[in-house]
């Protein structure tokens, strides 16, 4: 009877642990890449149940596993890539993501065949307009998920109008020190809009759907459960004026820089 309740628990463990892998590499790696741990995991989970001696790898896979969970879970470096966050962010440098700052995100073992939003198990805090997030994006392109850092500019129920190169929210030009900073409508390169859209934007309402595929229309309301998100360096960054409306479900986390960040 104990025999068979340690294979029983052993095999739980790595289906856990497959579980956990495939939906924490999904956001790095296409589907079909981010399934093959799972995959190991599993025939590793049959093979030891198979034997009643030895726990070392079992061990190894433990402290492995508690590393990822608070990766996943709490917060985790990353390095930014391109220039649109410049003069804030240059490319190259590493910040720390803090995911507690929204909330507890749940670990992700219950994947779904398409990637989705993050769930999270408590929310005990709101985003603030000017704070730097890390967004990833499902479906923005074709393959693995699009992992974006920008500046929320429009929160959830504000006014928004581009007019004369500028952006207002709330009737208020988006500027830094006072000074109201050039905005225009789109980027100096046109960049593509959303390749497939999952539920966390349709649910949005119509208004997200098309600015999915149209980029944000000249003036509205940001629809409740969604952001407006850009570049510091406007006229260089791939942002909500491409995407449309970013939902709150996409944020992995804020990011503290030291720099204040220049609308330019």
């Known amino acids: 009877m104990l025999d068979r309740t340690k294979t029983v628990l052993s095999i739980l463990f790595w289906l856990y642990s497959g579980l956990f892998c495939w939906g924490w590499l999904r956001e790095w790696l296409p589907q079909a890449l981010a399934f093959l741990p799972f995959v190991i995991c599993i025939c590793l989970g049959v093979f030891r149940a198979r034997r009643s001696r030895g726990r070392g790898l079992e061990i190894a896979v433990s402290v492995l596993g508690v590393f990822m969970h608070l990766q996943y879970c709490l917060g985790q470096p990353i390095a930014i890539r391109g220039e649109s966050m410049e003069p804030t962010l240059r490319a190259g440098k590493i910040v720390w993501v803090n995911k507690l700052a929204v909330g507890l995100i749940a670990p992700p073992i219950v994947p779904s065949i398409q990637s989705s939003g993050f769930?999270?198990?408590?929310?005990?805090?709101?985003?603030?307009?000017?704070?730097?997030?890390?967004?990833?994006?499902?479906?923005?392109?074709?393959?693995?998920?699009?992992?974006?850092?920008?500046?929320?500019?429009?929160?959830?129920?504000?006014?928004?109008?581009?007019?004369?190169?500028h952006l207002f929210v709330n009737d208020e030009a988006v500027s830094v020190n006072g000074k109201p900073r050039l905005i225009p409508t789109q980027p100096v390169t046109i960049q593509p809009p959303v390749f497939r859209l999952h539920t966390e934007v349709e649910q949005l309402g119509p208004v997200a759907v098309w600015a999915a595929g149209n980029g944000l229309p000249l003036r509205g309301l940001v629809p409740a459960g969604g952001l407006i998100v850009l570049g510091d360096r406007a006229n260089a960054s791939r942002d909500s004026r491409s995407f449309g409306f970013v939902p709150i479900d996409y944020v992995m986390g804020t990011v503290k820089s030291p720099v204040d960040g220049i609308l330019q």
Request: cysteine-free.
């Open 119 to 165: 769930h999270r198990l408590a929310s005990w805090g709101a985003l603030e307009k000017s704070s730097i997030v890390v967004i990833r994006f499902p479906g923005l392109d074709d393959g693995a998920d699009a992992i974006l850092v920008k500046r929320v500019v429009a929160l959830p129920g504000e006014r928004f109008e581009f007019r004369d190169d």
